[in-house]
Each structure stands twice: as structure tokens, then as C-alpha cells.
């Protein structure tokens, strides 16, 4: 069964999402999306980035990553294609950032299962964190 996939025609908030979704150093929440997208396009809608969000997923230019801060969105790598690789979500700022896919292979695990995809999350701090001091609350 051949899949039909449908090309949504471009538009000023389509690329401005587009942009901030490559600008990001990892997947971003929607609400991250649309602030940054706000900068530059005053008036853009929650609603409208949802809409986006899922028109790019649908042809394969963004795809929605699973953290433990909710669910996350990033661009597929050129040709459309997603492709998983790990991700390092700072349990301070909760920003998440892309890993290279050489941290993990799961080609190289001597397991007898068949791996379609996989998630990979490692926590921490990230170094903006780690170089400034703990706040005190008083």
C-alpha cells in the first residue's frame, strides 16, 4: 500500500516554526515553539503552532519526542526521515539537547530482538547550570 503524503504549502508561521524548531539545540515543547516564534511574528496563535506542529509531522519534517518533561518536538534531519538518537535533558532548566547517535548503537547489543526505534534520555546538568551557583530560597 503505497502511503500518500501530503506537502502543506508554506507559510510565515509554517517557516518561522520551521526555523526555531533548527535554531533549537534539542526538541522543544510547543509553548517553547510559540515563544520563540512570537518574537518575530507578533499575534501568532498557540492553536496555529499545534496546527503546524502537526501538518510538519504528517510530512515527516518534524517528529514529537517523549521526555519526562511532556512531549517535545524536532526537526527530521534532511530528506524527511526521523531518525532516533539520544537526548540529554538538564534536570535544573529542563532544556532538552540532542546527543550524537554514537552514544548508543543499538545495532551493537547481542540481544535476540529486532529494534525498530528507541528512546534514550540521560539527566544531569547541563554546563549553563553547572556554572551558576544554587539559588537559596529564604
Request: charged share 20%.
Amino acid at each position: 500500500m503505497l502511503r500518500k503524503t501530503i506537502l502543506h504549502r508554506r507559510s510565515l508561521p509554517r517557516d518561522r516554526i520551521i526555523a526555531v524548531l533548527d535554531e533549537a539545540p534539542g526538541p522543544l515543547k510547543a509553548d517553547e515553539v510559540w515563544a520563540l516564534a512570537s518574537v518575530h511574528r507578533p499575534g501568532l496563535g498557540i492553536a496555529t503552532v499545534y496546527r503546524v506542529l502537526k501538518q510538519l509531522m504528517a510530512d515527516e519534517q518534524v517528529r514529537a519526542v517523549t521526555l519526562s518533561t511532556g512531549t517535545q518536538y524536532e526537526r527530521c534531519p534532511a530528506g524527511g526521515h526521523p531518525h532516533d538518537h539520544p537526548h540529554f535533558l538538564c534536570r535544573q532548566c529542563h532544556v532538552a539537547y540532542d546527543l550524537p547517535s554514537v552514544l548508543f548503537e543499538p545495532q551493537s547489543l547481542a540481544v535476540p530482538f529486532q529494534i525498530d526505534a528507541y528512546e534514550l534520555t540521560l539527566h544531569g546538568l547541563c554546563p549553563q547550570c553547572l556554572s551558576t551557583p544554587p539559588r537559596i530560597n529564604i
